[in-house]
């Protein structure tokens, strides 16, 4: 890592400014041959962390745009080394030309992830903290942010430290008994059963909290459902906040499967209003009727929507059959008309144990209860945090947490069972193992690039 790396840290296109970055020990002095500040001073004399105004200019000592550049020194920076980033204008030429000119100077381009990449092999960053940084990039919910940034934070990490020293104090145990038997004995088991148990608990929490933290980063897939004209796309326009959907009086206007995804109380949901289902000849609504019973299928939850100017029919309880399997939530719309041949009473006698909100598509009420009830069903009362601080993990990480819990669960198994003592060091040392996976401690070269090739070029 002696050579320098350089890359454009904004995105593309044009915008007010854009940065280069560029670190390595010898970055001051390669963007030094390209700047010329208004001061006069050289980038070594520079204060660290602060802006300087200037030019960058090239071989034939043109002004190829005005500048602010800074100077951060190790280890004190984002990748542990020296770093250099040029503030220029974000246009896509002016942006180019000033990352040619450091490339020239003698840095190279930089890789996926490679500032990242320096700044874990620097030990300024974990690998948990180091993946937190593309979960943050990636966020599709603002608790999915609040998530990665504590992640970013340690929170995480400091977890798993104290799981890891958790067990190096029970393999201290058992390795006292496997290397001097005589002197030591066998271990006290009940104390190592205790200990394992404490492990046990912290992994099985962690486990629980990263699958209740998943739908934060991943979404979930909620189909609105329901015969023809009983305001389905009115509906999703209400929760979506915009006219995604067309809506008429006519029966059947949607004829396809329309989507956008939404957040609904810090929850991306991938919403799609779908055809009404019904009996009919029209050969391209039949088309319409089949995309939306594929949805169906594919849906996590259904918004089962009825119509309280016609009460129940049989197309409703025909399409009930169809989700009986499906968590749900039946949404009575239309509940500002007089007179209603339909009421909540009435659904909740004939569908006992469903969830059922009362709404007006047309005068958006109701849709604060719809949004709770769709939080709850999501979430689960019984899935909450007993603290309310969730973890986010990635499916590498829920991997080796189940893996390092499986571990601890047949090292549990093996004292209750006066197992030998070093197979049952085996297990915890195989549950160090993934901890020090987890973390970045003892990670394989291939798991590490494959990491960092998710990244985008300039972080």
């Not at 599709?140 to 990665?148: D, F």
């Amino acid at each position: 890592m002696n050579d320098c790396i350089a890359a454009i840290s904004t995105p593309k296109g044009e915008g007010g400014i854009a940065i280069i970055r560029i670190s390595g020990h010898d970055s001051p002095e390669i963007v030094q041959k390209i700047f010329e500040s208004r001061s006069g001073k050289r980038i070594i004399d520079f204060r660290s962390h602060s802006l300087n105004l200037g030019y960058i200019k090239d071989a034939e000592g043109l002004i190829v745009d005005e500048v602010l550049v800074s100077r951060m020194d190790e280890p004190r920076s984002y990748t542990g080394e020296n770093v250099v980033e040029i503030n220029c204008h974000g246009g896509a030429i002016a942006t180019r030309k000033c990352l040619e000119l450091v490339l020239q100077a003698g840095a190279r381009l930089a890789e996926p992830g490679e500032f990242t990449k320096r700044a874990f092999l620097n030990g300024r960053l974990d690998m948990v903290q180091a993946e937190a940084v593309i979960e943050i990039i990636r966020a599709r919910s603002e608790k999915a942010l609040e998530l990665s940034a504590r992640n970013l934070g340690g929170a995480l990490s400091k977890t798993l430290k104290a799981v890891e020293e958790e067990l190096i104090i029970i393999n201290s145990r058992l390795e006292g008994s496997i290397d001097f038997p005589e002197e030591v004995g066998d271990p006290d088991w009940t104390e190592i059963e205790e200990h394992l148990q404490v492990v046990e608990n912290r992994l099985k929490s962690l486990a629980a909290s990263s699958r209740r933290a998943r739908v934060y980063r991943d979404g979930v897939k909620v189909v609105i459902a329901g015969k023809p004209n009983v305001g389905k796309s009115s509906l999703l326009n209400v929760l979506a906040h915009k006219e995604k959907a067309i809506v008429t009086e006519i029966p059947g206007t949607t004829r396809d499967v329309i989507e956008d995804l939404i957040n609904i109380r810090g929850i991306p949901v991938r919403i799609m209003d779908t055809a009404g289902i019904r009996k009919t000849e029209d050969s391209i609504e039949k088309i319409g009727v089949e995309r939306t019973r594929d949805a169906l299928i594919e849906a996590e939850i259904v918004i089962f929507v009825l119509d309280a100017s016609t009460g129940l029919s049989n197309d409703d309880l025909e399409i009930m059959q169809e989700i009986e399997d499906k968590r749900k939530i039946i949404v009575v719309n239309k509940e500002d008309i007089k007179n209603r041949l339909l009421n909540g009473d009435e659904v909740r006698a004939r569908f006992p144990g469903v969830v059922m909100v009362e709404v007006s598509a047309l005068e958006e009420t109701g849709i604060d209860d719809l949004e709770a009830a769709l939080e709850e069903i999501i979430i689960g009362q019984s899935g909450r945090s007993e603290t309310g601080q969730e973890i986010m993990t990635n499916v590498r990480q829920e991997y080796a947490i189940n893996a390092a819990l499986e571990h601890v669960q047949d090292a549990i198994r093996g004292v209750k069972n006066r197992m030998a003592i070093d197979g049952i060091a085996v297990d915890t040392w195989g549950a160090v193992s993934w901890i020090e996976e987890l973390t970045g401690k003892a990670i394989r070269e291939d798991v590490m690039e494959r990491i960092f090739a998710d990244f985008c070029i300039g972080k």
